[in-house]
């Protein structure tokens, strides 16, 4: 599988003189990978896997979600720490989570109902994006506390100069724009060194989400 910026160029591998299969997806650990690395519609067919209890009304609504967040959420969020949230990603994902809750409580799109009434009559939030960045700086802090090679990737530089076009957005530089969002803008620099420092990261990431002293 090729991902790129632009169309996939056709790519020859071979092993021992037998040619490797070019494909557009495949299945990693229960994740479906494809070119565009969505896996929303693998976490789709779960939730359908699961109809007769997600939307059984017999249940109550907090049944049901944590139903949801056991089995379904999971699916969805695998791999996620090391996802590029950019825009377009986080209108699937939030239109994604939104699927979920309006499928639950039997709300068809031709009724009209805002995203706001729908949680309001399933008594949640959203949470999706915030669990997934929670999970990216546990992941950041673990792989520069470990020091081994996953930390040279992130901190290291490639010598050249960069292919023609739109600048790819930088895992480290888009999960410092959401920290920014939250109101504690940080130098990447200034994030590396806290880090190291288990006891001020996970400080660092009860304030931002508003649980911290």
Not at 182 to 201: F, Q
Request: proline share 1%.
């Amino acid at each position: 599988m090729v991902v790129s910026k632009t169309e996939s160029p056709t790519c020859i591998l071979k092993v021992k003189d037998q040619r490797i299969k070019q494909v557009s997806s495949f299945n990693y650990l229960g994740s479906l990978i494809t070119e565009d690395a969505r896996c929303i519609a693998l976490a789709k067919s779960a939730f359908s896997k699961l109809d007769k209890i997600l939307k059984n009304n017999a249940l109550s609504i907090e049944t049901r979600i944590r139903v949801l967040n056991c089995y379904v959420v999971p699916v969805l969020m695998y791999g996620s720490e090391a996802w590029s949230i950019k825009t377009d990603i986080k209108r699937r994902l939030e239109s994604c989570e939104m699927w979920f809750f309006r499928r639950m409580m039997k709300i068809p799109w031709t009724d009209k109902v805002s995203n706001d009434d729908v949680l309001s009559r399933a008594n949640v939030n959203r949470k999706l994006l915030r669990e997934i960045r929670v999970k990216q700086l546990k992941f950041l802090g673990h792989i520069l506390r470990k020091d081994g090679f996953e930390n040279l990737v992130l901190t290291g530089r490639i010598e050249g100069t960069r292919s023609r076009g739109r600048k790819r957005v930088m895992w480290l530089s888009n999960l410092k724009d959401w920290l920014k969002e939250r109101g504690a803008e940080h130098k990447a620099t200034e994030l590396l060194e806290m880090a190291y420092n288990r006891e001020l990261w996970h400080d660092m990431i009860a304030n931002v989400l508003g649980y911290g002293t």
